[in-house]
């Protein structure tokens, strides 16, 4: 059983940064590919990034390449969203999730309860 907190969200102007965190509980978390997906107002759920269980590898929706980035600190049980450049398309729930190396959301276990993020124009 794996618990995941996200934080980090809040308003930010566009062009703007914010840093979203994800812990996790449980001493299984370097065994879960990690990824983070994103809601809308009034639209599905999206995929935005996943990284390997080590870190080592990582990969973007083409929406947010190159102004997101991904990480994992395994020894503090943590995933990290650095959000650049943030336009106002970005605006939406922020879930991360653990589970298997995807872009598909059903392959995912376990999921966080989310986190505002607000981009203004």
């Known amino acids: 059983q794996v618990q995941l907190v996200e934080s980090g969200g809040g308003l930010v102007q566009a062009g703007g940064s914010l840093r979203l965190s994800c812990a996790a509980s449980?001493?299984?978390?370097?065994?879960?590919?990690m990824g983070w997906f994103r809601q809308a107002p009034g639209k599905e759920r999206e995929f935005v990034a996943t990284?390997?269980?080590?870190?080592?590898?990582?990969y973007y929706a083409d929406s947010v390449k190159g102004r997101f980035t991904f990480s994992r600190d395994n020894a503090k049980n943590t995933v990290y969203l650095q959000m650049d450049s943030l336009k106002p398309e970005d605006t939406a729930v922020y879930y991360c999730?653990?589970?298997?190396?995807?872009?598909?959301?059903?392959?995912?276990?376990?999921w966080g309860q989310g986190t505002q993020v607000t981009v203004s124009s």
């Open positions: 999730a653990a589970g298997g190396w995807s872009t598909l959301s059903y392959v995912y276990d376990y």
């Open positions: 449980g001493r299984t978390f370097s065994t879960y590919a």
């Open positions: 990284i390997s269980r080590s870190g080592s590898s990582t």
